[in-house]
């Protein structure tokens, strides 16, 4: 029995009339006899305007309870497309993921899935029913609710994919495929008919938010194609598929993030892995991290951190630092990266500070693996240095 996996985005939720057409495009596909499982995100803007709310009640909202707020905008969603469907005659259920049993670890706001119980999602299939799944959400083992992390949808509809035993996946989003930066920033920005899995790990890492980084990973490791396409137009869009698969490029697109915070941390007696683990061990991801030996003695790391997590970050040094040492905090940093598989052999490294400094833009900190050159600069020149590296890189190429 194939089965098709598809997931719905916010935008593609958002409102009644988007939800009547996803419903009578399935009630087509039903007719001709397709098992479907449809994944949806909250209405667009709903988790953000959560996320509001709990900031209204706590400073910084985490743990259980914001788990418990911040599914529920994906339960809107779960219901009203089966009630939508049910409208034009389709047998659809909704389910929850506790219902379901897609289990994730105790993470909290952040959980990580570690399985997916089918067995329900197959009997009611069997019994000719769509079923209606809400994305972002997981149960962990005590029972407790828990999420997968913003954008984390695409995951959820990746993994019940290779739960499944599917081979490919469909994200329905507002934009019809993966370009070579983001359509909204950068109008000259390229489609791409496909794209490999290491080149969109690293896209969606360095900020590419159409595709949650872990959606790819774990499309890499069960081998299931993704085809990130539109809920407007219906069209063809990308397909991120396996390296050996894909035509190389030596610069696949362009990427960036604001909202970066820099640790600074000088001590006479520091050790980089107690530093890196005191910080680590909170749970935050260190983004990039240089470490100095002063020729007068003493060391500097530098640690990249998101803004959300800085002040537990510096809480957590502060455990380990003596009263001489030093820390220090720069707010308001962005990191701009250029992706593709060829960026480090072809000496492509030299061309983005020359394209960087010509823009008058000041390079914070820099970071190059085979795939992946990355740039921290001020939050104010994100815009003008993916602007700047999209055109000499790829426009003018
Ligand atoms: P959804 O709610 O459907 O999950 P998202 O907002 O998470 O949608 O992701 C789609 C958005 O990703 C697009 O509207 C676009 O602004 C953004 N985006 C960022 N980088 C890219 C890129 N390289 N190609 C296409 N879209 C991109
Ligand atoms: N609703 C969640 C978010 O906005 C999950 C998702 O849309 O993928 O982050
Ligand atoms: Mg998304």
Redesign the pocket.
């Known amino acids: 029995m194939s089965i098709t996996v598809e997931k719905y985005?916010?935008t593609s939720v958002k409102d009644s009339a988007r939800l009547k057409e996803i419903a009578a495009r399935i009630a087509e596909r039903k007719k001709e006899n397709e098992d479907i499982v449809v994944i949806v995100?909250?209405p667009s803007g709903m988790?953000d305007s959560l996320i509001k709310r709990a900031k209204e009640i706590s400073e910084v909202p985490k743990g259980r309870e914001f788990d418990v707020l911040l599914s529920t905008?994906?339960q809107v969603s779960i219901a009203l497309l089966a009630m939508a469907l049910k409208e034009v005659g389709v047998k659809a259920i909704s389910y929850t993921a506790s219902q379901l049993g897609i289990v994730t670890c105790g993470n909290h706001n952040e959980a990580r899935i570690q399985s997916v119980n089918t067995d329900l999602i197959r009997e009611k299939i069997a019994e000719g029913y769509v079923i209606i799944v809400p994305?972002?959400q997981g149960v962990c083992e005590d029972g407790n609710i828990t999420t997968l992390g913003?954008?984390?949808?695409?995951t959820s509809a990746v993994a019940i994919a290779a739960a499944l035993g599917c081979k490919s996946v469909d994200i329905y989003t507002d934009v019809n495929g993966i370009y070579s930066a983001n359509p909204q920033i950068i109008p000259g920005a390229i489609k791409h008919k496909e794209v490999s899995f290491s080149e969109m790990i690293e896209l969606a890492g360095s900020g590419a938010k159409v595709l949650h980084t872990r959606s790819v990973e774990l499309g890499a490791k069960y081998g299931i194609e993704i085809h990130l396409r539109s809920a407007f137009d219906w069209q063809e869009g990308t397909f991120v598929r396996s390296d050996e698969k894909v035509e190389s490029a030596v610069i696949r697109g362009i990427s960036g993030f604001g909202n970066l915070v820099r640790i600074s941390y000088k001590s006479d007696k520091l050790r980089l892995s107690e530093t890196v683990n005191t910080i680590s061990k909170k749970g935050i991801n260190i983004d990039l991290i240089t470490h100095t030996m002063e020729t007068n003695g003493g060391d500097e790391i530098t640690c990249i951190v998101k803004e959300d997590y800085f002040e537990e970050a510096v809480e957590a040094l502060n455990t380990i630092s003596s009263p001489e040492d030093e820390i220090l905090v720069e707010k308001g940093l962005a990191k701009v990266s250029v992706i593709g598989l060829g960026v480090r052999s072809k000496g492509i490294a030299a061309s983005v500070f020359e394209i960087l400094e010509k823009e008058g833009i000041e390079i914070h900190a820099v970071s190059c693996s085979e795939i992946n050159i990355s740039c921290i600069i001020t939050e104010e020149d994100l815009n003008k240095a993916q602007n700047a590296l999209h055109k000499k890189l790829i426009e003018e190429e």
């Open positions: 985005g916010g995100s909250a988790t905008g994906e994305g972002f913003r954008g984390g949808s695409d």
